[in-house]
């Protein structure tokens, strides 16, 4: 009985002996990682159909008519599967109305500050194409981080926004973010109006 006691005594000890060892040792706990992410070299094609627009997109993305009880004419979704994105574009004619089209897109990209850090206009002036627009870039947490309109101001309306199938979490997302970002600044900059 005294030969187990001992026993018992003895293994505690060299437990309590290998904890205070381990403990003198500085922890630093690690931060979060991210998975990487590899993304594809920038190529275009030019997007052209019966709408009264055409522009490049990626070749890594895909062109999906919107086709619901919601969409008009020359809606699309350019889709990018392996990243759960997309960019959404609405298109309408312009009858009178511009200033109203305007205020829905500054309103839709305004109604993101509930969970946005801030948010960035980027003015678009092109004499030459006629077209005339504001991206916005939404810094955050927003479900939609970046979003832009076009125009000529007479005949032609368009509407994009870039949208991810995933929680929104800024720090992970940010550079398919920023890529896709040159993606819809390469639209912006080649979309031509057809009359």
Not at 32 to 39: A, C, H, K, P, S
Not at 97 to 119: F, G, P, V
Not at 124 to 130: G, H, I, L, N, S
């Given at each position: 009985m005294?030969?187990?006691s001992l026993k018992n005594i003895s293994i505690h000890g060299i437990l309590l002996l290998l904890l205070l060892i381990a403990c003198k040792r500085n922890y630093t706990p690690k931060p979060?990682?991210?998975?990487?992410?590899?993304?594809?070299?920038?190529?275009?094609?030019?997007?052209?159909?019966?709408?009264?627009?055409k522009f490049e997109y990626p070749v890594y993305g895909s062109i999906r008519i919107e086709k619901n009880s919601f969409?008009?004419?020359?809606?699309?979704?350019?889709?990018?599967?392996?990243?759960?994105?997309?960019i959404h574009i609405s298109y309408k004619p312009?009858?009178?109305?511009?200033?109203?089209?305007?205020?829905?897109?500054?309103?839709?990209?305004?109604?993101?500050?509930?969970?946005?850090?801030?948010?960035?206009?980027k003015l678009?002036?092109?004499?030459?194409?006629?077209v005339y627009g504001i991206m916005y870039e939404i810094k955050g947490d927003a479900a939609s981080s970046v979003q832009f309109f076009l125009t000529d101001s007479t005949s032609h309306y368009l509407r994009g926004a870039l949208y991810f199938s995933l929680q929104p979490n800024?720090?992970?997302?940010?550079?398919?973010?920023?890529?896709?970002?040159?993606?819809i600044v390469h639209l912006i900059e080649t979309l031509e109006w057809k009359y």
């Open positions: 005294l030969n187990a979060n990682g991210y998975f990487r992410i590899d993304l594809p070299k920038k190529e275009y094609q030019i997007y052209q159909s019966n709408c009264p627009y969409s008009e004419p020359c809606w699309l979704n350019i889709q990018f599967p392996a990243y759960k994105a997309k312009v009858h009178n109305n511009i200033s109203l089209l305007l205020e829905d897109s500054h309103t839709l990209a305004y109604k993101h500050t509930i969970k946005a850090q801030a948010i960035q206009e678009f002036v092109d004499e030459t194409r006629k800024a720090d992970s997302l940010a550079p398919v973010i920023r890529f896709f970002k040159e993606d």
